[in-house]
C-alpha cells in the first residue's frame, strides 16, 4: 500500500485568530487536516499512463479523453492505484473480471490510513489531545465492511472506548457537507463535546478499462481523485487554546422530485459503475437560486449573493460556472472552489474541506473580509446540502 503523503494542513503556525466573537453554543469549525496518497498524477500524464496501464489500443477513446482532461481544469491529482497494486492484481485492468473482493481489500485499508493520517495533522492544528474527542462522524463512499471504518478509525488513533461514533455511507460529492451539519446538530446538543469529523475516498472501486458502452468511466478517469480530510467541530470554544474561524450557522438538506437517476452508481462484482445525465448542471442551475436565498434569510439582511464568501463543491467547471452565471457572481467569488479542483480534481465528500482550507487562509489575509458566506454541495438525488456560515477571522 503507498504511504500517505503526510503535507496534511496549510499554516500549522499562523492559526486565523478569531476577530469576531462565536455566538454562544453555535457550533464551530476548530481546526482543518488533509491527507493523499502518495502517488501523484499530473493531468498532462494520466492519459498515457492510464491506456497503458489498461493495456487499451483504442485511439478514438484516448482522443476523447484528452479532451475531456483539457477541459476539467484539474492540473494534479492522488491515487491510491499504483504499478504495484496492479502488478499483484492484474485482473483489476481486465474487462470483466469479478474483483469487487480485491477491490475493497485495497480500498477499506486506504481509507483508513488516509483518514487518520487526516485526523493527525487536523490534532496538530487543534493543540488539544485525542482524548478530547467525544464523538466520530465518519464519510466514506469507498468502503464496505462490519465493523465500519469508524471503528478502525478510532482505534487507530486510540480515541476513548465511549466516543460516540456515526457512520455516512454512500452519500457521494454531497457527503462532506452532510457531516457537517450532522457534527453541527452533535456539538449544538452536546455541551463541551468535541467532534471529530473525517472524510475519506478512494477511485478504486471504480477503476477499469475505457469501454464505449460507459463513456462516463473517462468524465471519472479525467476529474476524480483520492485523498481525506478531517475537522474539529464544537460550540463555546476555549479562547487561548482553541482558535474558530468559521461559525456554522445554519444547515438544511434539500432533494429535487423525480431526479434519482440523474447521478445513478450501482456496486457490481465488478466494482461500482456510474451513470451520470447530462441534465445535472441544467438541474441544479434551475434550483440552485431559492435555495441559497433560503439559507440567507437566516442572516437576516442578506441580499446580495456577492457581498458574500462562497465555498463550493467543484463537481465539474460546468457546475461552477453555471452557479457564477445565475447567480451572477463576481469571477473571484469561486477562485477556491476552482484552486481546489485544480489541485486536487474532485475528491468526492473532502472537497469541500480542500475549499474552506483555501477559504480560511483567504478571509485571514484580507482586510475587513465578508462576514456571512454559503457552504454548498450536490450529489446523488439530486441532492443539495448547505451551510450558512459567519466567518470568526
Known sequence: MSKMNGNSVSGHCELA???????PGKATVLAIGKAFPSQVVPQDCLVEGYFRDTNCMDF????????????????TRYTVMSKEILDQYPELATEGSATISQRLSIANQAVTEMAKEASLACFKQWGRPAEDITHVVYVSSSEIRLPGGDLYLA?????????NRVMLY????YGGVTGLRVAKDIAENNPGSRVLLTTSET????????????PYDLVGAALFGDGAAATIIGADPISE???????????????????HNVIDGRLTEEGI???????????IDDNIEGFCKKLMEKAGNLEDFNNMFWAVHPGGPAILNRLETTLKL?????????????DFGNVSSNTIFYVMEYMRDELRNKENGEEWGLALAFGPGITFEGILLRSLS
Not at 17 to 23: E, K, S
Not at 330 to 342: F, I, N, T, V
Open 17 to 23: 485568530i478569531a476577530t469576531r466573537l462565536p455566538t
Open 60 to 75: 478514438s477513446m484516448k482522443e476523447k479523453l484528452e479532451r475531456l482532461c483539457k477541459t476539467t481544469t484539474v492540473k
Open 155 to 163: 482505534s487507530e488513533l486510540g480515541l476513548r472506548n465511549d466516543v
Open 170 to 173: 454512500f452519500l457521494g460529492c
Open 203 to 214: 477511485t478504486i472501486l471504480g477503476f477499469r478499462p475505457p469501454n464505449k458502452s460507459r
Open 241 to 259: 487554546i482553541e482558535s474558530p474561524f468559521i461559525e456554522l450557522s445554519y444547515a438544511t438538506q434539500q432533494f429535487l422530485p423525480g431526479t
Open 273 to 283: 459503475n456510474f451513470k451520470l445525465g447530462r441534465d445535472l448542471p441544467q438541474k
Open 330 to 342: 463576481r469571477g473571484e467569488k469561486l477562485d477556491c472552489s476552482r484552486k481546489a479542483l485544480m
